[in-house]
């Protein structure tokens, strides 16, 4: 058993992961490094290598810089358009509740509305309500 | 992902550039098609802008979220299409090396292109995301919606077909 790490597990793992260690699981990989010194360890990982590398063949282009300058473009007018939108969203509830707001002084202001005195009203009584 | 909740340009076109090419990358690998995989990478990054707003996480979240978001929508994509397109991407040439090289490296890329295609799905994802994008363990298992024991399996066994196909193809050769 190589210290740290049963070989079985340290196969499994090179078997999972490939050769390469630091693609491993983080919490396991100082034990990995010292079972990979041994000569069963040195085995696995040879052989997990030769597949690893036959894997690197398959190349794929790198994005062209235009694509990605496009797409950040496109992508900067798609969330520039959702800010507007919500803003003018955000300013339409503001709207609302100024209307509402309006709405509701006016009616409490009618309500305390009251017909004009006529002009011999007093505080003591009209004037000319025939008493005097 | 603040930055990008509040408007910043400059933060959107960061995001862009940094993460398109990986996940374009991703997406050449699962669909096959680079035309497609461009579609893929620019919805996936349209939504991580849309998403700026509500998100909590971190850098390392927002990778695995992007992996997460751009296998879905390759998914969708070969649901919709019901077979793998084979190669339609663009070979890139290599200025260094001699025309004969490069007509041998084409031909072991596809290779490989066909070896991984042959895979079960599950199988052939848990490799891409963990062998080509270089995802951990856990991440990948996130993306993929599973345990890390069950990625492991799978890695594991898509490995194993793969030694063996290319075994057999090298005796074949030979």
Redesign the interface.
């Known amino acids: 058993m190589a210290d740290g790490m049963d070989i079985e597990h340290f196969r499994?793992?090179a078997?999972?992961?490939?050769a390469i260690i630091e693609?491993?699981?983080?919490a396991l990989r100082p034990a990995a490094r010292i079972a990979a010194q041994s000569l069963e360890g040195q085995e696995i990982i040879e052989k997990?290598r030769a597949?690893?590398e036959?894997?690197d063949?398959?190349?794929?282009?790198?994005?062209s810089a235009d694509?990605?300058?496009t797409?950040?473009d496109?992508?900067?007018a798609?969330?520039?358009k959702?800010?507007r939108r919500m803003r003018l969203w955000w300013t339409g509830i503001g709207v609302a509740a100024a209307l509402s707001g309006a709405l509701t002084g006016t009616a409490a202001t009618a309500l305390m509305w009251q017909a004009p005195q006529p002009y011999t009203s007093t505080v003591f009584g009209d004037l000319d309500d025939g008493d005097n | 992902m603040k930055r990008i909740a509040r408007g910043e340009p400059e933060a959107v076109r960061q995001m862009v550039s940094s993460s398109m090419p990986r996940i374009w990358a991703l997406a050449v690998r699962v669909l096959g098609d680079a035309t497609a995989a461009e579609d893929v990478a620019q919805e996936t990054v349209i939504r991580a802008v849309r998403k700026a707003p509500d998100w909590t996480g971190g850098t390392a979240r927002l990778d695995t979220w992007l992996h997460t978001v751009a296998l879905n929508l390759c998914r969708d994509r070969l649901k919709r299409r019901r077979e793998i397109v084979t190669e339609k991407i663009p070979e890139s040439a290599d200025p260094s090396i001699s025309a004969e090289a490069a007509m041998i490296e084409a031909e072991r890329s596809r290779d490989v292109a066909a070896a991984i295609k042959a895979l079960p799905e599950r199988q052939r994802e848990a490799i891409i995301l963990v062998h080509y994008q270089e995802l951990s363990g856990v991440a990948a298992a996130a993306a993929l919606g599973i345990s890390v024991e069950a990625l492991e399996s799978l890695l594991a066994r898509g490995r194993r077909s793969l030694k063996q196909r290319f075994l057999d193809e090298e005796r074949g050769d030979g």
């Open positions: 499994r793992l078997e999972s992961y490939g693609r491993w699981p983080e997990e597949l690893d036959t894997l063949l398959w190349s794929v282009p790198v994005l694509l990605a300058r797409t950040g496109k992508t900067l798609s969330h520039q959702i800010l």
